[in-house]
């Protein structure tokens, strides 16, 4: 490869090899002309990454790629909405490494259904800014807005595998080989639960994706719906691999709310508790209800006394 | 402002400032929640400035913004689409410079009656990533491919001020104070011609964006379109301070073919001619008929000899 265009040649080639019948036209134009299917609403994210800050230095480009994809199919999976057309603004410092960061955004797009549409590649620092386009039938989408008192508070899958990843490329926990790896896919090559968000939309209220950390998301949550919460006494969701590699209970806590999850955090009528394990049990994740949303602003714990620790205050600032 | 969710709630009350009606949620969710009108289809365009790359280190902020959304509404442009929501990655020093580049955006987004919906922002070295979407009646899309044998080959505004406005700022031209500004603002503040592009959707078989550089683009135009061109002998069209700044015809027309034009090349059946003169005029834009497309591949150019001169083969490789 000689330069830009030859690179952008190649990329829209292994692009062009899964067409979909929704690209009108795809790379290779001033812009792309996409076709959404009739009733249905556009949902937009964009997502940048940035070496350094978002990924450790020395991360394998292909796993940069399929993050920078990942991460925007979790905002839209929290939206209940269908991810169709993905954007990847590449930067790098050779065509080689940028071939290679495409190659893993288009195999994330492709495990989540959406085509590379389009983009641009520029010489720079290893990153990646990735504009997802998904659709969701018109006025279905799940905001964060919607909590009422008294709902459930969800989390789906664990918490605190991708910390312990980032913990391990940081040479700070030193867990055995298995779990290591296990971590570092947690951290490198994210799952997003999206057939899991694309369910809950018939039982949601209210539901963001677990990214900057389960408290600050579930913060948002609650100032986007003018309410508390209280969390039960139990733990947060953890792997095995987790409850080996950190069994202090507080460490693990504290490793569990830095965030990088890309897991789903939902509200829910109590009503919905049996159907929400069922959706969950066929999405292959465990579900857990780990408090409940009430009228009184601020964050609260169940402890061992008989009243509740206020955590935070409301407001998502005192969160970080 | 103390970090990045304070600027994040700066930005979207200034973005919320001028309500769409298509914009059904807006920035503060997961994603971004659209309407298009009934009967349209979705044009989607990304581009990314990288300081020192795609702009002078020392640009202001707000110009970088500006253009990072000009770039875009030029590919829209380009397609025959109208903008209508843009996504902005902002990468800066510190949040006040963020802000400044969105700022920038966001003006040039109204200016072309687009709204920003959504983005993120990330400390590192100035610049940024828009996405930019628009829509189009179904179906009328003008794309680098549809330019027929005998097509004449246009060239909307002027060509080579921006180029000047570079060699300004690196100090390589020296004009008088007034052409030096106009260049310098033809570089930082690109206003495209999106009117001319709606308007040229009903005569136009190809169009694209002056952004590569004038041959370059055209010959985009070329392959897609599986044709070759011979370039009238007359100059290409510039400003009168470029006239003034660079009286070197030779010169001036190397300066004209480096990009950053942010105009329109088209193509059109002769028969048209009248009424794009006409549409041009409307617009408040020259447009100058430069040469015309044949089935001989390859691109040439009238002289003063008796035989056009090849200037390039085909292949837009040779182009650079």
Known sequence: MTGEFALIHRIARL???????????????????????????????????????????????????????????????????????ALLSVTSPDPRAALALARGAMACARRYGATLVGGDTTRGPAGASVTLLGTVPRGRA???????????????????????????????????????????????????????????????SAMIDVSDGVLADLGHVLDASSLGATLGAGPLPASRALLRAVPDVGARFAMQCRGDDYTLLFTASPRYARRIETIAQRAGLPATRIGSTHALRGLWREGPGLRPTRLVAAGFDHFR
Chains 1, 2 share one sequence.
């Open 15 to 85: 692009a062009a090899r899964a067409p979909s019948p929704d690209v009108v036209l795809g790379i290779g134009d001033d812009a792309a002309v996409l076709q959404l299917p009739r009733g249905s609403q556009l949902v937009a994210a964009v997502d940048t990454l940035v070496e350094g800050v978002h990924f450790p230095i020395g991360t394998a480009a292909a796993d940069v790629g399929w993050k920078a994809v990942a991460v925007n199919v979790s905002d839209l999976a929290a939206m209940g909405a269908r991810p169709r057309w």
């Open 142 to 204: 799940v905001t964060r807005a919607g909590a009422r008192a008294g709902d459930d508070i969800w989390i789906a899958g664990v918490l605190g595998d991708a910390t312990a990843g980032l913990a391990c490329a940081q040479r700070r926990l030193h867990p055995s080989a298995r779990d290591r790896a296990s971590f570092l896919r947690a951290l490198d090559r994210p799952n997003p639960p999206l057939a899991l968000g694309l369910a809950l939309r018939a039982v949601a």
